[in-house]
């Protein structure tokens, strides 16, 4: 069904699609998931494999360990990079200590580090939109970081500084909401008319597709539900959209439980989704939340099918094909999986 279904419905559930995890995520996660499976616990994580507190925890609770930097992981113990990325310098601080790595970083991150050694081997100035303090983009700027200057919103560009106004490039992380990032860009190109594009878009497919469907339904709703972690970039961007783009109101949640009855009061047309973090299974708690208050009509929002999917790290293949399992995980769609070399 689509948002133009029955307007008889006295309370319904608009549910966007796509929502929910990326093919970067699920990567990630399965990454982690089979390590532990054919290593055994513990299995040593570089920050949160992807930001969303209940796959966290439930890692955790399998033998995942947590850790801020390499220097907490055990000599010659076995380390995953989380889904965000990491710097030349962490990778070399985790070759000093022997550390067995797995680079679960989405392949969509690399391809914005490469960007970034590209145009810093041409010598550009290299304007890297995103949110200081990320891993994501503490990741893209250290690969160069003589090179790059961080742009957190397009309040920030009056302040940004260049050698040479004819070799300045922007790139951005991937996980921004598409309208500022273009508008950062639009005052960019206004301080430095020769700015240059990133070969292709940064802003990954996923970011853009959970925005593009909250932009379709907020604007019939009363209340927007996003379900996903307050450290999602990609997550907390859905909120903003959907404010932005007509709903009355708006709320992050990690969980159902998190849903305050005062919300819906009133409201007859709620709209869920969800980051590209975030499980199926805390989706559908929140419907079932939502039906309990009379949101029994569900009717689905979609506005893009995905089917792209990522082979699993390189450093994990060898143990999958002596298993006989190689890469044997649980696919929405195997036409389009693209190998990381």
């Given at each position: 069904m689509t948002a133009t279904a029955s307007s008889t419905l006295t309370k319904r559930v608009l549910l966007a699609a796509p929502r929910g995890y990326c093919a970067g995520v699920d990567r990630a996660v399965v990454a982690v998931e089979k390590a532990l499976e054919h290593y055994g616990a513990p299995v040593y994580v570089r920050k949160e494999i992807v930001h969303n507190k209940h796959v966290v925890e439930t890692?955790?609770?399998r033998g995942a360990i947590f850790v801020n930097e390499t220097d907490e992981v055990p000599e010659g113990a076995r380390l995953v990079f989380s889904a965000h990325g990491v710097s030349p310098a962490v990778r070399a601080s985790a070759e000093s200590r022997n550390l067995d790595t797995i680079d679960a970083t989405c392949p969509l991150v690399t391809k914005v580090h490469k960007e970034a050694v590209r145009f810093a081997a041409d010598d550009y100035d290299i304007l890297l939109i995103g949110h200081t303090g990320h891993e994501e983009?503490?990741?893209?700027a250290g690969e160069a970081p003589d090179h790059v200057q961080v742009v957190n919103s397009p309040d920030e560009v009056d302040q940004v500084v260049v050698r040479d106004p004819a070799k300045v490039v922007w790139i951005s992380q991937t996980t921004l909401s598409v309208d500022e990032?273009?508008?950062?860009?639009?005052?960019?190109r206004d301080k430095f008319p020769s700015l240059q594009d990133p070969p292709s878009d940064d802003i990954c497919y996923a970011t853009q597709n959970r925005q593009v469907a909250v932009?379709?339904?907020?604007?019939?709703?009363?209340?927007?539900i996003v379900?996903?972690?307050?450290?999602?970039?990609?997550?907390?961007?859905?909120?903003?959209?959907?404010?932005q783009s007509g709903?009355?109101?708006s709320y992050r949640v990690d969980r159902a439980t998190e849903i305050q009855d005062e919300w819906l009061e009133g409201a007859t047309t709620v709209g869920v989704t969800s980051g590209a973090s975030v499980p199926e299974i805390l989706v559908s708690d929140v419907i079932a939340r939502l039906a309990a208050h009379g949101f029994a009509d569900v009717e689905e929002v979609r506005t893009a099918t995905e089917d792209l999917m990522f082979s699993l790290p390189r450093e994990l293949r060898p143990a999958l094909k002596a298993a006989g399992e190689v890469d044997q995980r649980p696919r929405r769609d195997k036409r389009k999986e693209l190998p990381l070399a």
């Open positions: 890692l955790r609770d983009v503490e990741g893209t990032t273009m508008e950062t860009v639009r005052r960019l932009k379709k339904l907020a604007p019939e709703c009363d209340v927007v379900v996903g972690s307050a450290n999602s970039s990609n997550s907390v961007r859905l909120v903003e959209v959907a404010l709903a009355r109101t």
